[in-house]
């Protein structure tokens, strides 16, 4: 969803947990797949109905469910209510105006964020809201709308690729979210690649619709700092709080995507420096341009002062003109202004000023 859209508001005095769907009109069923794995193997991937999305009980392994679409209320607050959610929790899954953060319970934690994208056919940034739910041997996954975006994770899983399967919940927790992180590199190396095009033709060819595009980066990467921002604090909580369920094991690997997060908004705001320097190439541009033009008016001009004297002092109705009488007086007032303009162009050239 792009973050331009109008999107709904929650209505004023409704209280504290009511679980109000903020975000773009949709009508499409809400989505539900399914993963359970452990460390002897893992189960394919499957669609469920909302009735079969249950807490795991002892034996079962890691149960993933990722449900694409927050906008029916009242499944969420029924998973919600299955799974003993706060009811301020499900009310900011439903809330994909939700600002990135993390909630720790005793029982599970609650981890929001945005997952941005680039639109290659818009040209635009598109957000995306997910929440994320980890508790002892579940993971859930609420997506605002319905895509692969963790289908590696999925392969990962099938495959039994690295230790995600010998691992638990909070593990799987922290491959979603890295891939989610993965996501914000291709959006910056997409962005860096339209600020190198726009740069140069900043420099070259500047135009109103070339600061229309500077000023539309600079809208752009602004946004993305704010979903990217929050992020290192999401991590870094996750590292300082003390949850019986984060494990030590799995904090070494929250180090790194601490590190990514760090690495994304120094990236991001390295571009932002960048497109606000072009502002200033853009103004020197224009103004380098309109002195050239200046340039060109102001010689013309100072070639056909003297000249336009010249033609008025001959223009004046006086009787006596002694050289008005003369056989070549037209042909020598021609060339003493031709010689007057020579001289003027000679004189320009030689201070170098054109």
């Known amino acids: 969803m792009s973050h331009y859209d109008n999107r709904s508001v929650k209505p004023a005095g409704s209280s504290p947990g009511t679980v109000v769907y903020i975000g773009e009109e949709r009508t499409e069923p809400v989505t539900i797949s399914f993963v359970r794995f452990d460390s002897n193997g893992a189960d394919a991937p499957r669609m469920v109905a909302a009735s079969e999305v249950k807490p795991p009980t002892n034996g079962e392994g890691i149960l993933w469910y990722t449900i694409d679409g927050v906008h029916d209320a009242a499944l969420l607050s029924a998973i919600g209510e299955r799974f003993g959610l706060h009811g301020l929790v499900i009310e900011d899954i439903a809330n994909t105006k939700q600002r990135p953060k993390i909630e720790e319970f005793d029982k599970y934690i609650f981890i929001a964020m945005k997952m941005i994208t680039f639109d290659e056919e818009a040209k635009e940034l598109v957000a995306e809201h997910v929440s994320i739910i980890i508790g002892d041997g579940y993971v859930l996954s609420f997506l605002e709308d319905e895509g692969d975006v963790f289908e590696p994770v999925r392969q990962r899983i099938a495959s039994a690729k690295g230790r995600i399967r010998k691992m638990k919940s909070d593990y799987l927790a922290y491959a979603l979210m890295d891939a989610i992180v993965d996501i914000y590199f291709t959006v910056l190396e997409d962005l860096g690649e339209q600020i190198d095009e726009v740069e140069d033709e900043v420099v070259e060819r500047p135009s109103v619709a070339t600061l229309r595009t500077v000023h539309f980066l600079k809208r752009e990467l602004i946004f993305l700092r704010r979903a990217v921002w929050p992020m290192r604090e999401v991590v870094n909580s996750m590292l300082r709080d003390e949850s019986e369920l984060v494990s030590d094991e799995t904090r070494m690997y929250l180090r790194d995507l601490y590190d990514h997060s760090i690495h994304v908004i120094d990236t991001a705001e390295t571009l932002r420096d960048i497109v606000g ?55 020598a007032i021609m060339l003493g202004m031709l010689a007057v303009a020579v001289g003027l162009l000679a004189m320009f050239r030689r201070k170098e000023w054109l």
């Open 277 to 331: 320097g072009m502002l200033d190439v853009y103004l020197s541009s224009v103004s380098n341009k309109l002195n050239q033009v200046m340039k060109v008016l102001t010689v013309m001009s100072s070639i056909f002062i003297p000249l336009t004297f010249v033609a008025g002092v001959y223009g004046m109705n006086f009787k006596y003109m002694p050289e008005l009488e003369w056989q070549y007086g037209y042909p």
